[in-house]
């Protein structure tokens, strides 16, 4: 079974300055990892995804992430945050067998201040 | 682009009351999924149907039952409600075939238990 651990419950941060929101999983399997961003009273958006090949992944709204594998994590990142990305960020995995389900992790709500 | 939808928005039931979710997933999208996400807390599995036969089960209650029918669309049945079901539950999507292995999110149900 996979297990997804987000170390951080809040991350604060001032508009412009580059944020980290860090992902750590469990799997005896490999797997695909995924960052979700829910906005208030929203639904979930897809990020970015990481498959394969590079471990380097670039999503949308200027956000990327890096797979490793060797310290199983897929930490998110973007150089310079806007107040709009006030959000909770989940990271998901979900095994690379059929009718794979997502487990996520808890969630880490990145608040952007002026 | 077509996306997953999800019906009612948002549903107020009373204790003991049944209620019934529906989801409708974009077109040639077979598998469906469907997750529970209380306040402040992540995303739960709960079950999952692939060409509308269960293909999956998480912690989903004996209570709550749900089925995929002919046109894919899937409906979540909840009985003898608790005031701990209210919680936003979110339908996704997915091919099962082709590399696109996203899942893609309904914008949810908001129920409401009182």
């Known amino acids: ?114 | 682009a077509a996306g997953v939808i999800q019906s009612p928005r948002h549903l107020i039931k009373e204790k003991r009351e049944t209620a019934t979710l529906k989801c409708y997933p974009i077109p040639r999208h077979d598998t469906v999924y469907w997750y529970q996400q209380g306040p402040g807390q992540d995303p739960q599995f709960l079950i999952s149907f692939y060409e509308k036969m269960q293909s999956d089960k998480g912690s989903i209650p004996d209570r709550f039952s749900a089925q995929q029918f002919s046109d894919y669309h899937s409906e979540l049945n909840m009985s003898s409600l608790e005031l701990g079901d209210s919680a936003l539950y979110f339908c996704a999507s997915r091919p099962l075939e082709g590399k696109n292995t996203e899942a893609f999110f309904g914008q949810g149900t908001r129920l409401t238990v009182v």
Do not use: M
């Open chain 1, 1 to 114: 079974a996979q297990s997804v651990t987000q170390l951080d419950s809040q991350v604060p941060v001032f508009e412009e300055a580059p944020v980290e929101l860090r992902c750590n999983y469990s799997s005896s399997v490999s797997v695909y990892l995924f960052w979700y961003v829910q906005y208030p009273n929203q639904g979930l958006q897809l990020l970015l995804k990481y498959l394969s090949g590079s471990t380097l992944v670039k999503g949308i709204n200027g956000f990327e992430a890096e797979f490793n594998k060797s310290q199983t994590s897929f930490h998110l990142r973007k150089p310079s945050v806007h107040i709009s990305d006030t959000a909770e960020y989940f990271c998901a995995v979900s095994d690379r067998g059929s009718f794979q389900k997502l487990v996520f992790g808890t969630g880490t709500r990145l608040l952007v201040s002026p």
